[in-house]
DNA sequence: AGCGGGCTTCTACGTTTCGTAGAAATGATT
DNA sequence: AATCATTTCTACGAAACGTAGAAGCCCGCT
């Protein structure tokens, strides 16, 4: 469950967290040649990366249309959430790490914590 | 620097964490084998992976005594939090995910931030 | 219905990381 | 110097990931 993306999977989810349509492989071998200076994917390796993270739960397929369309299951935002709560759930000591945590953020964003805290507060 | 651990090292640096004392390899071999039921790693095995955990920075060597002491390079708490920073230093939309962070939260835990953050701004 | 070509799945190999530990080197102690 | 504890070197198997060719599947076209 606590599962690791390489880097090439994470290129992927980068593509398809930044797009709020689905998308083909074809598209993503594309966006990864255009971005990725020294590396251009054959096909068949973005299908396999695919289907990895379909096998992860990461990414969700449509098998409807013929060139199949890809999405991302959850957002970018959800998933680091996520992966906050899963580094927060494997201690022992929640408190002493919120402490840590919350010492080191910034003042903006200790405001912000603030803010969705309290609005949080009366609901 | 994302550096992901292995389950032997794993083990290894909840002893390192859980003791305020630095520890030899012999003294990890000996807890491994009591805690770890099928398992019982020689001791050269715990000394590599003691080498690469120091290669990593998670624990601090000192020779100065014959059987090498080890300790922990940081806290377990103060790792987690590190660790939770990593993941929010990796988001574009950190505010995002702070939010659904603290909507995750248990009200027991949002009481805790909303104190930790008090604190914080009188300080 | 048969065929051809795009699309997908299967299979496989190289690399890296980690668990594992013997062999070799080092160094202290008598 | 010889011996014994300790450390370092070297190596191998397994799993995860990047990589992609080979084989199979599906659908429109004639």
């Given at each position: ?7 090439l ?32 994917p054959a096909?068949t390796t973005v299908l396999t990366v695919l289907s990895r993270l ?70």
């Open positions: 469950m606590a599962t690791t993306l390489g880097e999977e994470r290129s992927v989810m980068e593509f398809l967290w930044a797009s709020d349509e689905a998308m083909t492989a074809y598209d993503l071998r594309d966006r990864l040649a255009a971005a990725e200076v020294d590396r251009s096909i379909e096998n992860k739960g990461f990414v969700q397929r449509q098998r409807t249309s013929r060139p199949h369309l890809y999405r991302a299951q959850a957002s970018r935002e959800d998933h680091m959430a996520e992966l906050m709560h899963e580094v927060l759930g494997s201690a022992t000591n929640r408190s002493a790490v919120l402490e840590r945590f919350v010492g080191q953020v910034s003042e903006r964003e200790a405001a912000l914590l603030r803010e969705l805290l309290e609005s949080r507060s009366h609901r």
